[in-house]
């Protein structure tokens, strides 16, 4: 049986949340009693301990979770997560979507192994997957290079992956789950446009990676579309964590003039740092300066201020990965297949409340 610590260090919440979220006692929110009831669930499914752990911390080694495709008989599936931010207990993104992919594996009466990895030119592949030992592949992260993606490819085990990778001729071989990450990037810049910035800022990883060059190429075109533009200069790569966000913000302030400016930071992490480097220096937000973030993690409803920012369905991304791997495993459908999730603008206090269109505020 799970207990309520090892199930926080798993999902990277407090073990009072985990106590609050199995008694279903009120201030925990809907995500985050999904995850903890779906994690909560597969471990005490005859799982005494999990391997590859360390004091019960999730680390960069083989993680079996749930046992109820061992006890049915049926070989387990893989869950493969590239370079999370952090760690994979602190990663809130990836840790919700496996608790999905847990969930609805375990439905199918399948376990599921969970392992992280670097994905270079130079990683080798985990040897379970090489041997055989699980029947497919739900693969996400990034960055992942193409060498990683071919190695996996070679096993002709079915993968399933998580986001859109560019890897040129092998592209038409993979089937994917893609959050659309351009039309979450227009999103954005409608918003920002509407809320009638002066100026605009894109901040984020690397531009070679398919998911930032979604939302920025996104970006761009939604403000296009609403008759602005984003300066060549106004872009700014840094690492996609907190630390990273407070630098790139950092590098704004220090140009800002008298006008407002609207900023798009790539991801909810770098959203979060950009706002802390805001408030320390007192600048007012959103008035001075608007700021929107991307996933929606649970830390945007509880930065200072709020933070507006683009939902991405990290259930619903887990579930249907998993689904569609399983239908690949039974033989349902053959070939290659893309489905795409659509995301949905959050509009909280970090910009400007007077816009008129799209997405209501909330809590």
């Known amino acids: 049986m799970a207990t309520v610590r090892e199930i926080a260090q798993i999902l990277g919440v407090s073990p009072s949340t985990v106590s609050r979220a199995l008694r279903g006692t009120a201030g925990v929110s809907k995500e985050t009693v999904a995850r903890v009831r779906a994690v909560a669930a597969s471990l005490s499914n005859g799982s005494d301990s999990t391997e590859g752990t360390e004091g019960g911390r999730v680390c960069n080694q083989t993680c079996q979770t749930g046992q109820s495709g061992l006890m049915s008989g049926l070989p387990p599936i893989a869950c493969i997560i590239a370079n999370p931010v952090g760690s994979l207990s602190s990663d809130v993104f990836f840790s919700e979507l496996i608790a999905s992919v847990i969930s609805s594996a375990k439905a199918h009466g399948r376990s599921v192994i969970v392992e992280t990895t670097e994905a270079t030119a130079r990683s080798r592949i985990p040897d379970f997957v090489d041997n055989g030992q699980v029947v497919g592949c739900i693969v996400g992260g990034i960055p992942i290079a193409r060498q990683y993606i071919g190695a996996l490819l070679q096993t002709n085990l079915p993968c399933v992956f998580i986001g859109k990778y560019s890897v040129e001729?092998?592209?038409?071989?993979?089937?994917?789950?893609?959050?659309?990450?351009?039309?979450?990037?227009?999103?954005?810049?409608?918003?920002?446009?509407?809320?009638?910035?002066?100026?605009?800022?894109?901040?984020?990883?690397?531009?070679?990676i398919q998911t930032f060059r979604d939302r920025y190429e996104g970006f761009v075109c939604g403000l296009e579309e609403a008759g602005r533009s984003l300066k060549p200069d106004s872009v700014i790569t840094d690492r996609i964590d907190q630390e990273g966000g407070y630098n790139a913000m950092l590098s704004i302030v220090k140009r800002l003039g008298s006008g407002s400016v609207g900023v798009?930071?790539?991801?909810?992490?770098?959203?979060?740092?950009a706002l802390r480097c805001?408030?320390?220096?007192?600048?007012?937000?959103?008035?001075?300066?608007?700021?929107?973030?991307?996933?929606?993690?649970?830390?945007?409803?509880?930065?200072?201020?709020?933070?507006?920012?683009?939902?991405?369905?990290?259930?619903?991304?887990?579930?249907?990965?998993?689904?569609?791997?399983?239908?690949?495993?039974?033989?349902?459908?053959?070939?290659?297949?893309?489905?795409?999730?659509?995301?949905?603008?959050?509009?909280?206090?970090?910009?400007?409340?007077?816009?008129?269109?799209t997405a209501p505020l909330e809590g």
Request: aromatic share 8%; glycine share 10%; proline share 4%.
């Open 278 to 357: 805001l408030n320390e220096r007192r600048i007012q937000v959103p008035e001075q300066v608007g700021v929107v973030g991307y996933s929606d993690l649970e830390l945007a409803a509880h930065t200072y201020p709020r933070l507006t920012t683009v939902r991405v369905p990290r259930d619903a991304l887990g579930l249907l990965a998993t689904r569609t791997l399983l239908d690949f495993v039974d033989g349902r459908i053959t070939g290659s297949i893309q489905v795409y999730l659509q995301p949905q603008l959050v509009i909280r206090e970090s910009t400007r409340s007077d816009c008129s269109r």
């Open 264 to 273: 798009f930071a790539s991801t909810d992490w770098m959203a979060a740092g």
């Open 169 to 208: 001729e092998q592209s038409k071989e993979l089937s994917a789950v893609i959050p659309d990450n351009y039309a979450g990037g227009k999103l954005v810049g409608e918003h920002l446009a509407e809320c009638g910035y002066d100026d605009f800022m894109f901040i984020g990883g690397d531009l070679s």
